[in-house]
């Protein structure tokens, strides 16, 4: 992180970025420490490790005003590119052998309740080489859609010649992976299967008991080997009387028929290809739940979505670069911005 400086600016005074009242070196070093750390914790380290002094809430002021400009242009060049059927262009040097979308989401207390913060990983390989950036979003399942194959398509899913998608099976999720990368060899995340059959195997024969060990294990066994029919066949052979044990060997059956298509393991693992979703699980947490769920924070969506922007673009590498290109042309839509806030109040 490139250091702002022995700066100093009044707490009373409105910072913005652009050349106004911050310099674009002195907000580029609080946009990075508060994509980094809670608002308070950012502040403390201007003023310690840079020299900056920042109230709390101009430190989240441009913050959230940084965050805001990307996503406007990460949703108008998903819109974009879906209307006119423009497919993004990859990362300069970027030319993957295996590119890997992943979905998932976590729950995150924003404007008085929770509510799921959507997260989507492209993860793209050549050799020993490994590029990887993720979104963070509160919005619909389409618009997030279409962001995540915007990502995957900068981070060279188009020119990949092997192409997964990998999640938990979640209903939204699926209609994501079938909408927008219905090329892709679809996966079912492995752990999350075997976690169902415990689940299966706990309320039908008691939780921890030997009967339950030993059946999750054949059938965790049965489809390593991807043989979904001969684990729908052991399920059916179930004899069960109470309403729950019945309604978990129902929830089972209908999870392995609804994911048939997307559990034939071995041919995954020839082909060399991930059948877990640890990459954007790991994002849930270091992403979003070490930003936004310490004590005592308190967000709105929006809010949690901007500097979760800031921080995807760190955590990818990307901010630097973001930063650079555009903080003259942040100058002006912040002017626009602001006149159509003004043009709202009238």
């Given amino acids: 992180m490139r250091s702002a400086g022995s700066l100093f600016f009044p707490l009373d005074k409105e910072v913005t970025v652009g050349g106004l009242a911050i310099s674009p070196e002195a907000g580029q070093a609080a946009v990075e420490e508060a994509g980094e750390r809670p608002y308070g914790q950012a502040m403390e380290h201007l003023k310690h490790h840079h020299g900056i002094r920042l109230s ?14 990307w996503l406007q242009g990460d949703d108008r060049e998903a819109e974009v590119g879906l209307r006119d059927k423009i497919i993004p262009l990859a990362v300069s040097g970027l030319a993957p052998e295996c590119c890997c979308v992943f979905a998932d989401g976590t729950m995150v207390h924003t404007d008085g309740d929770w509510h799921e913060a959507r997260v989507g990983t492209v993860c793209s390989t050549s050799g020993e080489r490994k590029r990887k950036s993720s979104i963070v979003r509160f919005a619909d399942v389409d618009r997030f859609g279409a962001g995540l194959w915007r990502k995957a398509c900068q981070y060279g899913y188009q020119e990949a010649s092997l192409r997964g998608f990998i999640s938990d099976g979640s209903h939204w999720i699926r209609g994501i992976a079938e909408l927008h990368f219905p090329d892709a060899v679809h996966i079912l995340d492995w752990y999350h299967l ?11 024969f ?9 059946w999750a294990g054949r059938m965790r066994k049965i489809m390593r080997e991807g ?17 729950t044990k019945r309604r978990a060997k129902h929830e089972l059956i209908t999870y392995l028929t609804n994911n048939q298509d997307r559990v034939d393991y071995p041919r995954y693992r020839r082909l060399g290809l991930p059948i877990g979703s640890g990459e954007v ?4 947490k270091v ?19 901007q500097v979760l922007r800031v921080r995807c673009a760190l955590k990818d590498g990307s901010f630097h670069a973001l930063w650079e290109h555009q903080t003259q042309s942040m100058a002006a839509w912040r002017k626009r911005r602001a006149r159509h806030e003004r043009r709202k109040a009238a």
């Fill in 206 to 214: 008691g939780e921890g008991t030997k009967e339950s060990q030993q």
């Fill in 194 to 204: 075997a976690e169902n059959l415990s689940k299966c195997a706990n309320e039908v």
């Fill in 287 to 305: 992403l979003v739940q070490a930003r936004c769920k310490q004590s005592g924070m308190r967000w709105s969506k929006r809010g949690a979505e």
């Fill in 227 to 243: 043989k979904v029919d001969r684990a729908l066949k052991e399920v059916e052979k179930l004899r069960v009387r109470s309403k």
């Fill in 281 to 284: 699980e790991a994002d849930c």
């Fill in 56 to 69: 709390k809430r101009l430190l989240e002021k441009v913050t959230q005003m940084v965050g805001e400009f």
